[in-house]
């Protein structure tokens, strides 16, 4: 019962690189979220994806992009990193399909470190 | 921007002891959630309470909603060491676009000492 499964878990990255962050489900979820987390700050959506085959900006989305590669697979890429993005990336997901009242599963994050 | 704030930014208690945190938000709401980090993962639901509900307990959890204020309080009774981690507020906006998104506040850090 692995949940929300989120790889690699640490990465240290030079400006200008690109890497993608993976996340998995295996809770038959139709929504799934990244977000960021910065030190001492709670979490900020980057973007969503509230069924499969559509994504939506968050709140901070510029520099990332985001693929929706089936159901349980929902992956995040920085293009050319900078260090402004180091920082800890959590996946999370939940029921979704117009239900509402649901709670958000996370994972146990991404610790990106950027140079 | 974060829809909410919670205060206080820290807390440290002895063992037994209660916890008491707050989270304020800005715009109205269809639900309010509480999550608990542990340092170095990721967050845990802890419990959800409706914009037409008041209080909800779970376990040693109360948690209360004041829609008119904009505000909500998480009790945790007869603390533990092991409810050391940081405990955040998250709002599930009222606009059905928003969708199932949250907007999370800058967490209430609590430290229980045996």
């Known amino acids: 019962n692995a949940g929300v499964t989120q790889t690699p878990k640490f990465q240290v990255l030079k400006t200008g690189q690109s890497m993608t962050l993976q996340c998995a489900q295996d809770m038959n979820h139709n929504s799934m979220y990244w977000y960021r987390q910065d030190p001492g700050m709670g979490l900020r959506l980057i973007y969503y994806?509230?069924?499969?085959?559509?994504?939506d900006k968050g709140e901070v989305p510029n520099g990332y992009n985001v693929s929706r590669l089936n159901k349980r697979e929902f992956s995040l890429r920085l293009e050319s990193a900078a260090p402004s993005q180091t920082s800890v990336y959590f996946c999370?997901?939940?029921?979704?399909?117009?239900?509402?009242?649901?709670?958000?599963?996370f994972g146990d994050g991404t610790r990106l470190s950027i140079l | 921007s974060q829809q909410g704030e919670e205060d206080p930014q820290a807390l440290s208690i002895q063992e037994g002891e209660n916890a008491t945190m707050n989270c304020s938000y800005k715009t109205s709401i269809n639900n309010l959630q509480w999550y608990r980090q542990n340092s170095g993962r990721g967050l845990v639901h802890l419990i959800l309470i409706r914009s037409n509900e008041r209080e909800k307990h779970s376990g040693r959890l109360r948690v209360t909603l004041d829609t008119s204020k904009k505000s909500s309080s998480l009790l945790i009774t007869a603390s533990r060491a092991a409810d050391t981690a940081s405990y955040f507020c998250?709002?599930?906006?009222?606009?059905?676009?928003?969708?199932?998104?949250?907007?999370f506040g800058g967490g209430t850090r609590v430290l229980v000492k045996p």
């Open positions: 998250a709002t599930d906006a009222l606009n059905k676009a928003a969708g199932n998104k949250l907007t």
């Open positions: 999370a997901s939940t029921l979704g399909t117009g239900l509402r009242n649901q709670p958000q599963h």
């Open positions: 994806s509230a069924s499969e085959g559509t994504t």
